[in-house]
């Protein structure tokens, strides 16, 4: 999925208040090594921003850990604890960035960070949602913890992101069952094509594939043998979508599979 502009400004903005204050920079991070070596909590985490800065996401988020492995009782820990969680999200390491935002959640779950912890962890499920033709489990991961922030935090830009996100998941998961009822469809199933055109009106019915789930519901109905269904779904059609294709196209299929009825 593509980085919408509110959740960059979002990311950037989250990035550079938790950089060090100007009293720390002066300990510049000379040694860029991300292999495991003593060092000062400054040195470290300079350190891990430097990489970060520099677009190498994954050498930040090893040294972000051993800013906490190090000095896990220093100030600086829970600061880079989500700032580990970042950079993996960064480096499209979606599971070690859900990981690293759950332990910080764990840890810290009253900290005026968590809500952006919460939607580090909605954004790395909505980044993994695939094609419509592929398994949607991430898809389903994603709404629920999207739902989960709003809920929380409902009063937060966060929030009011994941809500219009929310929405794209919903539209998404309504295509998945169009996908499935079609190919019942092709297949001549259409008792169980009915049923996921079914589920696309009653649990997705302010998505954009409504109308055309109307017309394939009124079709399958045509091709059970349920004329008087087929009507009725047709004029839900047509009083919800009257200037529509997918009306136009049922009108056009009941006057020659079921004048009769139609015309009732």
């Not at 050498?59 to 604890?81: G, I, K, N, T």
Request: proline share 3%; hydrophobic share 40%; aromatic share 10%.
């Amino acid at each position: 999925m593509k980085h919408s502009p509110l959740k960059l400004a979002i990311l950037a903005t989250a990035t550079a208040a938790m950089a060090l204050t100007a009293g720390c920079a002066g300990k510049g991070g000379k040694n860029r090594d991300t292999a495991y070596v003593a060092r000062d909590v400054d040195t470290l985490y300079l350190a891990a921003k430097s990489w970060l800065d520099r677009g190498r996401a994954k050498e930040a988020a090893a040294l972000f850990d051993e800013v906490e492995r190090q000095h896990p009782y220093s100030p600086w820990a829970r600061r880079a604890q989500l700032m580990s969680a970042f950079s993996y999200y960064v480096a499209r390491d979606y599971t070690k960035a859900i990981q690293s935002s759950q332990r910080f959640l764990s840890i810290h779950p009253g900290n005026k960070d968590a809500p952006y912890a919460y939607y580090l962890i909605a954004l790395s499920y909505y980044e993994q949602i695939s094609d419509v033709t592929r398994d949607q489990k991430a898809t389903a991961q994603a709404l629920q913890a999207m739902t989960e922030l709003t809920r929380r935090y409902p009063d937060t830009r966060f929030a009011a992101d994941a809500r219009l996100k929310i929405d794209l998941i919903n539209d998404h998961l309504a295509g998945k069952e169009m996908d499935i009822g079609r190919a019942y469809q092709r297949q001549g199933k259409w008792l169980a094509a009915s049923i996921r055109f079914r589920t696309v009106i009653d649990k997705y019915q302010t998505t954009s594939h409504t109308a055309e789930a109307l017309y394939r519901l009124t079709e399958s109905y045509l091709s059970i043998g349920l004329p008087e269904e087929a009507q009725k779904t047709a004029a839900v059609l047509g009083k919800n979508y009257p200037g529509s294709e997918w009306y136009g196209r049922a009108f056009a299929l009941m006057n020659k599979h079921a004048p009769g009825v139609a015309a009732s």
